[in-house]
């Protein structure tokens, strides 16, 4: 079967680590990433052998800074059967035109609101709804790791209700421009979050109510989580349940911090030091009469990453069971947890 094509439209966080694991799957290639100036990041990608495409005022300087570009990125649409956009938040609704011109399907990221694609993805949570649609979005990290927890419970016990206080890392490692520095930020004051509701786009029945604060840390996000079930289990279950899922991660030996588990995705070799999967203190797992609460933490640079392939292969349907799809994709790009 030919590969499906696949362009990846913006090349920062996201976007550099969505390329490299689309290049790692053999049902899929990557046609081209775009970079809208020759800066370090253009030059790792030309040295990584990526074809580099631009913004067609900018193609002449790409020549100029010895990584010639292949061409405009209105150029590396048309040659492929599907674009991820990893764009920062909000200027993927801008281009959302362009793609619609070239008649290409198209990934957003979580940056962008529901209303960009109609469909939000979760691979554990709604993969086989994705199957053959035109136009998705791949929720944020944080909506992410909720849905992977969530769906996970709901399966085997029903969740009844959700309540989730989230500490957000408040900047990537490599963004120097903003804060805070010294402050807990309310992350918004008024109260819920966004991110009960971003759950909501991909779990429409759960009742879930989030308070976040955004902490001085580049690392990982940590939530504290709290869950009514419908069905009587102790926290001996809960940790089988969790233990069973290859993208949740139980984590223990003496980690007790954001830091140690950035220093053991080190120690294993993860490429970018990326923790994909959502790790889970199983010693937090408490169950009281029908109600959990446990620890999780997110790293937010990497947890999308394995979605956006399996979204890929959904919507060019390449698989139609999500569970295929899911090991196929660990596979690939070396996510073994256990
Ligand atoms: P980023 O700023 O690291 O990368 C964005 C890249 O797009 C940059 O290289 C930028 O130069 C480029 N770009 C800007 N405008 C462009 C344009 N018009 N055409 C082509 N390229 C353009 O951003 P990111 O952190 O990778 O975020 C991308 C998306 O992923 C956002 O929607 C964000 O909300 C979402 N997301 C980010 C994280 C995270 O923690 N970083 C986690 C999950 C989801």
């Not at 709804?129 to 998705?136: I, N």
């Not at 209700?161 to 490692?173: C, E, N, T, Y």
């Not at 069973?244 to 970018?272: K, V, Y």
Request: glycine share 8%; hydrophobic share 40%; net charge negative.
């Amino acid at each position: 079967m030919a590969k499906a094509k696949i362009s990846v439209n913006g090349y920062g966080t996201i976007g550099k680590r969505v390329a490299d694991a689309v290049r790692a799957q053999d049902d899929m290639e990557v046609i081209g990433i775009s970079k809208t100036k020759p800066n370090y990041e253009a030059a790792v990608a030309h040295q990584l052998g990526y074809n580099i495409y631009a913004p067609a005022e900018n193609v002449e300087a790409f020549e100029k800074a010895g990584m010639p570009a292949a061409g405009s990125i209105e150029e590396m649409l048309e040659k492929s059967d599907l674009v991820v956009d990893c764009t920062p938040g909000g200027i993927g609704e801008k281009n959302k035109p362009m793609y619609e011109k070239v008649g290409i399907k198209a990934i957003w990221q979580g940056g962008e609101s529901h209303t960009i694609s109609g469909f939000s993805f979760n691979a554990e949570s709604n993969y086989e709804q994705a199957v053959g649609r035109d136009l998705a979005r791949v929720v944020s990290c944080n909506t992410t790791a909720l849905c992977r927890a969530i769906s996970t419970i709901d399966r085997e016990l029903g969740v009844n209700k959700v309540r989730v206080s989230l500490a957000r890392r408040a900047v990537d490692p490599n963004d120097i421009k903003k804060g805070p520095v010294n402050a807990i930020v309310l992350n918004p004051v008024k109260l819920p979050s966004h991110h009960g509701p971003d759950v909501k786009s991909v779990l429409p029945h759960i009742n879930i109510t989030t308070a976040a604060t955004k902490v001085p840390t580049t690392l990982m996000h940590v939530h504290t989580v709290n869950m009514e079930v419908n069905k009587d289990c102790t926290a001996e279950d809960i940790r089988n349940i969790f233990g069973s899922q290859s993208r949740i991660r139980l984590i223990g030996q003496g980690i007790t911090s954001t830091a140690e588990i950035i220093e053991f995705a080190r120690d294993i070799g993860r490429p970018r030091h990326d923790m994909w999967e959502l790790c889970i203190w199983p010693e937090s797992i408490t169950v009281t009469e029908k109600e959990l609460y446990f620890f999780q933490a997110i790293h937010q640079e990497s947890i999308v990453v394995p979605e956006n392939v399996d979204a890929i292969r959904a919507m060019m349907e390449l698989e139609s069971d999500g569970a295929k799809s899911i090991e196929k994709t660990n596979k690939a790009i070396g996510l073994y947890n256990k």
